[in-house]
């Protein structure tokens, strides 16, 4: 029969091109964002982060900006490589002892 | 630090069968994390501990599911009896305090024939 699964969105891009994910949230009352990087067959792993005191952070090759006023998320990869291709999670903070709510993911695929 | 370590790794077994995976947190995080994952549901959270205590087992999904957490070094999740529904990978994430990330282990793959 025919399998149903979830339909993750999807970006395509070519290496060296610059990279923008969006996330929406769900808590306007989350005070703390991640950004993971799950390649197949392993588990996530932590990109960047953001306070909701902060509407920018930027790492090495990454940026995160927050949009507290439309509740939204951005993962921005400058110089994308094919080792970024990957799923990528948002996720935020809801309670006092770090329960995450994850975004469901956007598949990232790079063309060399 | 080793990271969050999960034995087995991979897990194969018979509908009806008791499964057990393990899990030890990195030291000195207070709070650790049952998620499972599949293609159908995506990243589910299953229960979480904070200092050895659950606090939060609302995305178990039936009471075939157990969770311990003994001492702060050691969990387990339990399946008894096991069922092809259950098949997913799970994995296991540690956290030092709230407002920080979650560090994730390498999950463990769990058939179940």
């Known amino acids: 029969g025919e399998s149903v699964g979830l339909h993750l969105p999807t970006l395509s891009v070519q290496e060296g091109d610059n990279s923008i994910i969006n996330c929406a949230y769900s808590?306007?009352?989350?005070?703390?964002f991640i950004w993971y990087k799950q390649e197949s067959g392993k588990g996530p792993q932590f990109i960047i982060d953001?306070?909701?005191?902060?509407d920018k952070r930027q790492g090495q090759r990454v940026t995160v900006l927050l949009n507290k006023t439309v509740k939204h998320l951005s993962l921005q990869i400058a110089a994308t490589q094919p080792g970024d291709s990957a799923v990528y999670f948002c996720?935020?903070?809801?309670?006092?002892?770090?329960?995450?709510?994850f975004g469901q993911g956007t598949i990232l695929t790079v063309h060399p | 630090d080793a990271g969050v370590i999960q034995s087995p790794r991979h897990e194969v077994t018979e509908m009806g069968q008791e499964v057990t995976l393990r899990c030890k947190p990195i030291?000195?995080?207070?709070?650790l994390f049952w998620y499972r994952q599949t293609m159908m549901r995506g990243l589910e959270l299953l229960i979480y501990?904070?200092?050895?205590?659950?606090?939060?087992d609302s995305g178990m999904p039936e009471d075939r599911f157990s969770a311990k957490m003994p001492n702060a070094s050691f969990s387990t999740l339990k399946i008894q009896p096991s069922e092809p529904r259950d098949s997913a990978v799970y994995f296991c994430?540690?956290?030092?305090?709230?407002?920080?990330?979650?560090?994730f282990g390498p999950g463990t793959r769990l058939t179940v024939l």
């Open positions: 994430a540690s956290s030092p305090r709230a407002n920080n990330e979650q560090f």
């Open positions: 808590n306007s009352a989350s005070d703390y």
């Open positions: 953001i306070r909701s005191n902060m």
């Open positions: 996720a935020e903070n809801v309670d006092s002892y770090g329960k995450l709510t």
């Open positions: 030291s000195g995080h207070n709070s």
């Open positions: 501990f904070n200092n050895n205590v659950p606090i939060d």
